[in-house]
């Protein structure tokens, strides 16, 4: 039993806690629909104890009261992990599903002039120029179709690459919110360290808005954090330090390469890249070393497969799929991409069957080409076929809008080249030096028609700044000299030379004068097997979607697979990402249930600790006029 005077600071203190503790209730009640409050919960503990003497089991100790020990938040910090990582997830799969939704439109399928419209228009255009290849009418009337296919094609392909220029914006939008960020938390951490140093009070506000920013930024970037024994929390970002105690670490944009102006996120210190997503790079001595390389590099061909080093995409089974900066990065990707990127399996060489020579020697000298020659290129050319598929499928599958260009492209250069080739056929010769060119079949194409437009190779398509051909004189294997057209070829490592989306054209000379549309010969009749070829064109295998497809589809095929391609990686990615969506509200439902407020719950605390000040008040009143019983009694 305390002193009578010790009495006092019983009914005082538990006057104090119980007034703290429904100040403490009424922040709750007030702050119940504030979206990032945390519930606020007050613990009491003993205030202190006096001895006032030892017996034989123990020592005689009166109490002064009660104390609030702490006034805590109530959060589960292990859902809270679980939630910001799950946020993450949602928000990187949520953004590619955004890219995907925006590029659908731009290929019309939802609309009644879609892409394919134009394909057909231009095979229609074929057939009717395949009856009377001769009519000016039918030849005005392929070469229009030819322009609308090739003006619609480089119009969805401004479309695309604008779209990507656009992300930039996005992009720095989401790298200046992540500065704003670390600057907050860091302002917060100097906040909640000054106002819990003491050791008194508890700057539980100020952590709700720390753990709201957290929430935010677990949404954009992948995730993780600890608290410091002063209060403050150390932010770490892509396994980097974002926020410590002394400083922050800001992030910037810059160019991907000097010739792509898409924006990459990095470190504004050391201007390392913030995301590892780039392609493959050497490994020398143990180590990493050297720019990242892709297959149209010469160093490619000069590295062995295991020298390689491939950076894996952001998966699932790795946990790096996290934050919609990442997932903008990966739908977008960090190049223009082209058809070349996407690899093609080398055709196996036939091995000689002696049933088809007429005697020992020719079946001999094939057997010997095709083992010391054809067999063994094969093998090479099929070894860097797997390297650049490799890099395939780590580097620009998982790049949605790059792919779908890639995709794309090679679709336009397939039918643009294979019309050319009909109108302007090629074949190869051998000089006097051993080397072998590509020539204009002179034997074989045809000629305009009409006086003065008998001209051979006048293409269809042109490329912007090269021409087809270009005229030599060269000294052949006989030793004769001939003047011929040498076709200037397409190289990967030469944009301009490309028959690409954006560097194509129809001729305008032929726009200008149909009459020069080489379908003709000499003597200016049809050449029927031409005009025929042009249709046939359109129902020959072409090619497979990527290299791990194994249906080789014809042109229109090729197309239909192509859009249900991204389209369904469109749903799944919208599959993903409705699924964290639910794991997402399920952990917040049970963030909830620890850290939400319940109006019933802090009324009922309410009345509690009022009746607790009023019994604090009622037992000092009575302490007080016991006090002053006792002053009267012994003063009479």
Known sequence: MSTTLGNFYVGASGMQTSQYALNTTAHNITNEGTKGYSRQQVLLTDLTYTNIGNTAIGKNQEGLGTRIADVRLVRDRFVDKAYRNELGREQFYQSKYDVVAEVENYFGELESS????????????????????NSIVTRSSYIASAVTFVDQANEIYKQLTTYQKNLNAEIQDQVNRINEIADEIYDLNYKITMVEAS???????YRDQRDALLDELGGIVSVSYRENADAGVDVYIEHRCLVSMDKTYKLDVRPASDSCEYYVPIWKDDQADLFNVHGAKVEVGGTDEGPYFNPNDTIWDSVDSDKIKMVIAPNAESGTDVGSLK????SRGDWVANYTDIPKAPTEPTRPVRSNYDNDADYTAALDQYQNVDYPQYQQDYARFLKTKDYYNTYLEPYTVNNIIAQFDQLINGIVTKINDVLCPNKEIELADGSKIMVLDEENAGYGMGDRNQVQGTELFVRNTMQRYTEQTVTLADGTSATVQVYNQESASNYLSLYSLGNI????????????????NLQNEELQGVADQLIHIWDEPFTTIGPNSLVTNDFMGYYKEFIADFANKGSTYNGIAESQNKSVLELDN???????VSTDEELSNLIKFQQGFNAASRYFTVVSDMV?????????
Request: charge should be negative; avoid cysteine.
């Open 327 to 330: 997932g903008i990065i990966m």
């Open 199 to 205: 050791g008194i009070e508890s700057a539980n506000d």
């Open 590 to 596: 049970q963030r909830q249930v620890v850290l939400g």
């Open 628 to 636: 002053e019983h006792l002053i009267m009694k012994l003063g009479s």
């Open 505 to 520: 054209q129809v001729n305008d000379e032929l726009i200008k004068n149909p009459s020069l549309l080489p379908l003709t």
């Open 114 to 133: 879609d892409f394919r419209t134009y394909m057909q228009e231009l095979w229609s255009a074929a057939q009717e120029l395949q009856k009377e290849s």
